[in-house]
DNA sequence: CGCGCGATTGAGTAATTTCAAATCTAGTGG
DNA sequence: CCACTAGATTTGAAATTACTCAATCGCGCG
């Protein structure tokens, strides 16, 4: 889980204790619109999806959450405000969650766990950007075929209108997409 | 331009004297595609625009950075690799340099800068996601009028056919939109 | 006064969406 | 083992939306 640094086996106790395990079922919910959002969720196993609901009845994923990555709704996480996404499993996850404040705790306790966090975010915040230009200058096809080179995994566990909702097209269309490709 | 956490004299002296100064003219160049990436930049006046031209010759931005933003090409800058972005000034501007030895060295040294960053790092990972819902999930008019809440002053300095390249909609429909909206 | 850049407008075209229907697939219970 | 069902995918045709290309307009600056 931590490669980024290294920690006594103290202090992974101690980091340890500030998280709390969470078996959960395909279909549940581990944040819903309008709710407060407690923790940021870091996957053990399973595969999360993180998105919103617009007014024709349409969903759109902000995010996938699959083995080893964190997801929440970091907007209300972070502003203690109620959540404007819905995070549920795509199928049974495990999942460790912590609260705002014992990540917080820690990250002041031991400058070593900031810096992880922060490199965390660095690194996220450089996917974000890939993602935006994607979004910006890529046809279609040309997202899609970068999603599957980028995210193989994705595939096996993903049922493909949900591929659709991530890319922002029509299932529709994605199913015309890779008709052509072959 | 430290409002998240409080230095002393001396701590904030040894900041200051990891950052370079640089003032640059409209249309000069901070980085260019296959260059290295040597600073990340902190906005002190003006306005840059960091984009990407694709092979059909049209541009696409990833960011604009006005007063107190911080920019670079992220991606390059954290591997060392050479750029795959063009920034360049839309204004006159001033911007401070920061090297990534020297802003991983002063992160080691001061865990509160270390704790600064990760808290800026966090602010623009949240932002990064409204602006993919936004693309996700918004007609080109609700793009256009969610920038305008949002970044008001953008549209005095910038013209429109970079607002477009920014919302990923051709300036002529642009032009249209606001046509439609009075 | 005229140049040049940015913004607008119009017409035709290309791409995607929408809606509806048909097909396929995996899991369930008999 | 088979039939059934719900969900997922595919296909077709029409409608919508944005794009492209070209021409025009407007305005600030030398």
New interface residues.
Partial sequence: MEELITLSDTEFDHVWSHFSGKKLRKHQFVIQVDDPVRYEYFVVSGCLKAY?I?EDN?M????FAMQNWWVTD??SY?KGTNAKLYIDCIEDAEVLCISLENKDKL??EI?KI??F??KK??????A??????S???STPKEKYEQLLTQYPQLFQKVPKQLIAAYL?VSRETLSRLYAVEK
Avoid: D, P, S
């Fill in positions: 919103v617009n349409k759109h994923i902000l995010q970091y907007q972070y990250c002041n400058h900031e810096h966090f922060r975010t660095n690194a996220g915040y450089v974000l950007q890939q993602r935006i230009l979004l910006l200058t922002g």
